[in-house]
């Protein structure tokens, strides 16, 4: 843990360059551009560094709040009502923003439906995204500790077994 060395946050990998956002699609942004080609994931990187907030890592408590690990910082740890729940806030005062934000949500959405903490708002809203991508939904099944519609989930998974069949 004391070799921890926080990068730059990343949307996704360098070299995935799967992320398409709808809303950046609508206004006309294609997919492959000056940023090459993850420019929606660079568009949603740039969105988030003007945060200008630093990379940490905490330790999360049983009573929601956090410790900070790695080296000593001035900065106040935030508390529970500051990690947001999936990962990202997504109260931007922006609305193109908070659509930027939305999207790339739904496209993690089969990974988030993993976290434990999620309530059921949150999961609600995420099961049938996830559904859309039945391949990697079916891929992290048993990871995903809860369902509140578990028909539709078992229906995701035959779609992905399909098409793993016609492959």
Same mark, same amino acid.
């Given at each position: 843990?004391?070799?921890? $060395?926080?990068?730059?946050?990343?949307?996704?990998?360098?070299?995935?360059?799967?992320?398409?956002?709808?809303?950046?699609?609508?206004?006309?942004?294609?997919? $492959?551009? =000056?940023?090459?080609?993850?420019?929606?994931?660079?568009?949603?990187?740039? &969105?988030?560094? &003007?945060?200008?907030? &630093?990379?940490?890592?905490?330790?999360?408590?049983?009573?929601?709040?956090?410790?900070?690990?790695?080296?000593?910082?001035?900065?106040?740890?935030?508390?529970?009502?500051?990690?947001?729940?999936?990962?990202? $806030?997504?109260?931007?005062?922006? /609305?193109?923003?908070?659509?930027?934000?939305?999207?790339?949500?739904?496209?993690?959405?089969?990974?988030?439906?993993? *976290? &434990?903490?999620?309530?059921?708002?949150?999961?609600?809203?995420? /099961?049938?995204?996830?559904?859309?991508?039945?391949? =990697? *939904?079916?891929?992290?099944?048993?990871?995903?500790?809860?369902?509140?519609?578990?028909?539709?989930?078992?229906?995701?998974?035959?779609?992905? $077994?399909?098409?793993?069949?016609?492959?």
């Amino acid at each position: 843990m004391a070799d921890m $060395r926080p990068g730059r946050w990343q949307a996704a990998r360098l070299a995935e360059h799967g992320f398409v956002s709808p809303s950046l699609i609508a206004r006309g942004i294609p997919t $492959r551009g =000056e940023l090459g080609p993850r420019q929606h994931a660079e568009q949603l990187e740039r &969105q988030v560094r &003007q945060l200008g907030q &630093q990379k940490t890592w905490f330790h999360r408590l049983a009573d929601g709040g956090a410790e900070r690990l790695g080296p000593p910082d001035d900065r106040p740890v935030p508390g529970a009502q500051g990690f947001p729940s999936l990962g990202l $806030r997504t109260d931007w005062d922006d /609305e193109q923003e908070r659509e930027l934000i939305n999207d790339y949500l739904a496209w993690r959405s089969p990974q988030l439906l993993m *976290l &434990q903490d999620i309530d059921d708002v949150q999961r609600s809203w995420l /099961e049938p995204l996830a559904c859309r991508q039945a391949v =990697e *939904l079916a891929a992290g099944y048993r990871l995903i500790p809860r369902f509140l519609d578990l028909d539709r989930i078992e229906a995701a998974r035959v779609e992905a $077994r399909l098409r793993h069949a016609v492959r």
